[in-house]
């Protein structure tokens, strides 16, 4: 149906054209880039490497369940898992200023389908994430962390920090179709980020948590993917179980990947169709 309204290969070269102005913003201002890095480089430079320290203890390193490895691998996938954090909410956020700025008009009485709009955006935020994660992985071997280097794992770890940044793009752009300003939408984001951050297994596991925030914790889709990545690119003995459930604790790389999978489908299918909607009121 969009083929014939729009033309063939429309939606191909809509979605190009819009990812490549994403990537051209970046390239123009490279200091967006660098500051959306400046958080997770000063953990990794400043707690990661202090609490190194700290785990040279063995009683420390058998609470948190560290044994074997520094704190600054068991931190390293964490640490990617934030840089997606926050690219992929602010490049959702670069998305409804354009809406709000008047920009996307530009995009809307283009002949292209509105779907490819949308695609373009998350593409752009999805290339620069994947450019992050490839500076800040070899800045982290650098600095010590015994993660791995076969291909295969990282490039299982990366479609499971992509499909945790689509995940992320289509929450906020939900949270965006519903917005009436840029003030509530900042209002509404702010608030949502830094739990996301601090109520997950990040920077510490489950059990070392208090017993209410380990619900939340275990809840949120961060923490599946950082348990996923370190399974990954640790072992799979370092990954945490959510839920006293044998299937899932038996398989539960795979119960991990399924649940990113699926919030990053559903999340993404109702949050691009409501801001579809919104653009056409």
């Known amino acids: 149906m969009e083929e014939k309204k729009y033309g063939k290969y429309s939606f191909i070269r809509g979605a190009y054209t819009i990812w490549l102005r994403q990537i051209l913003r970046y390239k123009a201002t490279p200091s967006r880039l660098v500051s959306m890095m400046l958080m997770p480089l000063l953990w990794i430079a400043v707690f990661g490497k202090t609490f190194n320290n700290l785990f040279n203890n063995p009683g420390a390193a058998a609470m948190f369940g560290t044994t074997g490895i520094d704190y600054l691998t068991y931190f390293g996938p964490g640490i990617l898992a934030m840089i997606i954090l926050f690219t992929s909410t602010f490049g959702a956020v670069s998305m409804f200023y354009d809406k709000e700025s008047g920009f996307m008009k530009i995009y809307l009485v283009a002949p292209i389908p509105r779907t490819a709009v949308i695609t373009g955006y998350n593409l752009g935020t999805l290339t620069i994430s994947t450019l992050q994660l490839i500076i800040l992985y070899i800045l982290e071997l650098l600095l010590g962390a015994d993660l791995s280097t076969n291909p295969l794992d990282i490039l299982l770890a990366w479609f499971i920090l992509m499909n945790l940044s689509a995940l992320l793009m289509g929450f906020v752009t939900l949270i965006a179709s519903k917005a009436p300003n840029v003030e509530v939408f900042q209002a509404l984001i702010m608030p949502i980020v830094m739990p996301l951050q601090f109520a997950s297994n990040i920077m510490y596991p489950y059990k070392v948590m208090p017993e209410w925030l380990q619900y939340f914790a275990k809840l949120n889709p961060i923490s599946y993917a ?19 459930v044998a299937w899932i604790s038996n398989h539960l790389l795979l119960f991990d990947i399924l649940v990113l999978i699926f919030l990053a489908l559903f999340l993404n299918i109702i949050g691009n169709k409501a801001f579809i909607r919104n653009l056409s009121n």
């Open 226 to 244: 950082v348990d996923a990545t370190r399974g990954v690119l640790i072992g799979t003995n370092f990954q945490e179980s959510p839920f006293d």
